[in-house]
């Protein structure tokens, strides 16, 4: 089945800096959504980005399918960016997808 | 509604014990998923329903666990006999067909099992 890698496990960052979080896929990129979970636990869907390059404000997100990785880059961070960042990739739109393991953000005032 | 519902939003039960989860999607979503997420770890696949299409259950860690959908409204995830390792947050997640991409996750039940 689909194995989907994130790294770093953590990153800890102060106010103002700017972060690149990356996802590898095993498998071809069909599905592949950018989710943020609060502290309080909420996910919010950021991008679907199965390919090309988004953006929404600080955040942006490129998808390379043929190399099969997608990086999210959040810019001038800020204490509500805080949280942990999941990619997600299933076999098709109409389908599961799988959660990577996510990366832990918190940014420092 | 206006969101993905979920109830309750805590629940402690013993060892042994069974529950219920409930899982009220997005009026017209017709897909509905199952997550569970343990401490500090990603999501965890565990049941996926459809419209009147057979539910992918591939997920489901053993015969104590059990899923069944009304129709495209209500969801209730079943745990019988808890055990301690089934102690988790239970997510529940909407989307219109063939749009897993527009996934709306509801708040989640956390279980604890003592």
């Known amino acids: 089945g689909i194995q989907v890698e994130q790294s770093p496990p953590d990153l800890i960052l102060q106010e103002g800096a700017n972060s690149t979080l990356r996802c590898n896929f095993s498998d071809s990129v069909n599905n592949l959504q950018w989710f943020h979970q609060n502290p309080w636990g909420q996910l919010i869907n950021l991008f679907y980005i199965p390919s090309g390059t988004k953006q929404n404000g600080r955040l942006s997100a490129t998808t390379v399918a043929t190399e099969r990785y997608s990086l999210l880059y959040i810019s001038s961070s800020q204490t509500t960016d805080s949280g942990v960042y999941f990619c997600?990739?299933?076999?098709?739109?109409?389908?599961?997808?799988?959660f990577g393991s996510g990366t832990r953000l918190s940014i420092r005032p | 509604g206006a969101g993905v519902s979920q109830s309750p939003s805590n629940k402690v039960t013993e060892k042994g014990k069974d529950v219920e989860l409930r899982c009220d999607p997005i009026?017209?979503?017709?897909?509905l998923y199952w997550y569970r997420q343990r401490l500090g770890q990603g999501l965890e696949f565990l049941i996926y329903f459809q419209g009147n299409s057979a539910p992918d259950k591939s997920g489901l860690p053993s015969d104590r666990f059990s899923a069944e959908r009304t129709g495209e409204s209500v969801s209730t995830l079943t745990i019988q006999r808890t055990q301690q390792e089934d102690s988790a947050v239970y997510l529940c997640?909407?989307?219109?067909?063939?749009?897993?991409?527009?996934?709306?996750f509801g708040s989640g039940t956390r279980l604890t099992v003592v």
């Open positions: 997600a990739d299933g076999y098709s739109s109409a389908s599961k997808i799988i």
């Open positions: 009026s017209g979503h017709t897909a």
């Open positions: 997640a909407s989307s219109f067909p063939g749009q897993a991409h527009g996934y709306t």
